[in-house]
């Protein structure tokens, strides 16, 4: 059976909001690998790892599967397969992407709402939960420091890539991926996350991409 693995995105773990769960649930047939790259409190406060923290995990994961696996990523889980070896893998799936400057866009919304800052810069945001998440200073110098549209190209460049693009991104704002023409388009009319009937499409619109990978 065809492993897929779960990079997912920024602050959050394998199964918030229900995404890769019913993702996997909905296309049988698959290993669904899931994994967090960030470390859970007791309490349930969440530190945000660095991006060179993350890239390290992903690349275990990876180097720990079989060869031909699929790497299924969301959000800021697609920056993470950009700075890794993909020569382990078959074909990369980028959910909802960020680019350069939709990440600044990020980090200038939430950190005017810090609640507090450490002497070393690290910012600490109350989430809706009541629970905190804690950035370093290297977590939000790793994030601008990246330039996302290249390493999508880079990633297109050298494995079978499929973009899908929220059309209503709430989190993101509007993206375009159009000049990265080595990798397959796919537009969805949905916010950051793909919920309601714009989950539904998405495992539709896998479903149809993942065939190959299913009957190979």
Same mark, same amino acid.
């Not at 680019?99 to 990020?106: F, G, I, N, Q, Y």
């Not at 998440?133 to 999508?152: G, Q, R």
């Given at each position: 059976?065809?492993?897929?693995?779960?990079?997912? =995105?920024?602050?959050?773990?394998?199964?918030?909001?229900?995404?890769?769960?019913?993702?996997?649930? =909905?296309?049988?047939?698959?290993?669904?690998?899931?994994?967090?790259?960030?470390?859970?409190?007791? #309490?349930?406060?969440?530190?945000?790892?660095?991006?060179?923290?993350?890239?390290?995990? *992903?690349?275990?994961? +990876?180097?720990?599967?079989?060869?031909?696996? +699929?790497?299924?990523?969301?959000?800021?889980?697609?920056?993470?397969? =950009?700075?890794?070896?993909?020569?382990r893998i078959d074909q990369v799936i980028? *959910?909802?992407?960020?680019?350069?400057?939709?990440?600044?866009? *990020?980090?200038?919304? %939430?950190?005017?709402?810090?609640?507090? !800052?450490?002497?070393?810069?690290?910012? !600490?945001?109350?989430?809706?939960? #009541?629970?905190?998440? !804690?950035?370093? /200073?290297?977590? +939000? /110098?790793?994030?601008?420091?990246? /330039?996302?549209?290249?390493?999508?190209?880079?990633?297109?460049d050298t494995k079978p890539t499929v973009?899908?693009?929220?059309?209503?991104?709430?989190?993101?704002?509007?993206?375009?991926?159009?000049?990265?023409?080595?990798?397959?388009?796919?537009? +969805?009319?949905? /916010?950051?996350?793909f919920n309601g009937s714009a989950r %539904?499409?998405?495992? =539709?619109? *896998?479903?149809?991409? %993942?065939?190959?990978?299913?009957?190979?």
């Amino acid at each position: 059976m065809k492993k897929i693995i779960c990079s997912h =995105g920024f602050g959050v773990c394998a199964d918030s909001f229900g995404m890769f769960p019913e993702l996997a649930e =909905g296309l049988p047939g698959f290993d669904f690998a899931m994994f967090d790259y960030n470390r859970v409190m007791p #309490g349930g406060d969440v530190v945000v790892m660095s991006i060179i923290d993350q890239a390290q995990i *992903l690349q275990q994961v +990876i180097d720990q599967s079989d060869r031909g696996s +699929i790497l299924l990523c969301h959000s800021q889980g697609c920056i993470i397969a =950009g700075l890794v070896d993909l020569s382990r893998i078959d074909q990369v799936i980028l *959910l909802a992407p960020p680019v350069h400057t939709s990440m600044r866009r *990020l980090m200038n919304r %939430l950190l005017p709402h810090d609640i507090d !800052h450490n002497i070393d810069h690290s910012a !600490h945001l109350t989430r809706r939960d #009541g629970t905190t998440m !804690h950035l370093t /200073n290297d977590y +939000i /110098n790793s994030v601008i420091d990246h /330039n996302p549209m290249e390493l999508y190209e880079n990633i297109a460049d050298t494995k079978p890539t499929v973009i899908v693009r929220a059309t209503m991104d709430d989190l993101l704002g509007p993206t375009d991926f159009n000049h990265i023409k080595k990798a397959k388009h796919i537009d +969805i009319v949905g /916010n950051h996350n793909f919920n309601g009937s714009a989950r %539904l499409e998405l495992i =539709g619109q *896998l479903d149809k991409v %993942l065939q190959p990978a299913k009957l190979a």
